[in-house]
């Protein structure tokens, strides 16, 4: 069992940056690629960024390729999302997640995921 929990979400203006984390606990943190996906109201659950499970590989969706940078320290049982240039369409509820599947851009590829944090962009 991997227990995740984010932070780091709220209200920016549009242009503005935001860091999210994701602390994780239990298995080792090593172990696990670690992915980050968000949820727009009304809309399904999209991949926006990836990371194996020692940093070497990164992962994006296009739409968030160049602004956004994920990285990880296993030292400290963390990821994060640094996201630039932040739009409006970026705003969404954001989910880091855990596991151990070749499917990074899947939801299926993980087994255990935080409760989210909401991230707005305003206009």
């Known amino acids: 069992q991997v227990h995740v929990v984010e932070s780091g979400g709220g209200l920016v203006q549009a242009g503005g940056s935001l860091r999210l984390s994701c602390a994780a606990s239990?298995?080792?943190?090593?172990?696990?690629?670690m992915g980050w996906f968000r949820q727009a109201p009304g809309k399904e659950r999209e991949f926006v960024a990836a990371?194996?499970?020692?940093?070497?590989?990164?992962y994006y969706a296009d739409s968030v390729k160049g602004p956004f940078t994920i990285a990880r320290d296993n030292a400290k049982n963390t990821v994060y999302l640094q996201m630039n240039s932040l739009k409006p369409e970026d705003t969404a509820v954001y989910y880091c997640?855990?596991?151990?599947?070749?499917?990074?851009?899947?939801?299926?590829?993980?087994?255990?995921w935080g409760q989210g944090t909401q991230v707005t962009v305003s206009s």
């Open positions: 997640a855990a596991g151990q599947d070749t499917r990074y851009w899947s939801t299926r590829g993980y087994d255990y």
């Open positions: 239990g298995r080792t943190f090593s172990n696990y690629v």
């Open positions: 990371i194996s499970e020692f940093g070497t590989r990164t």
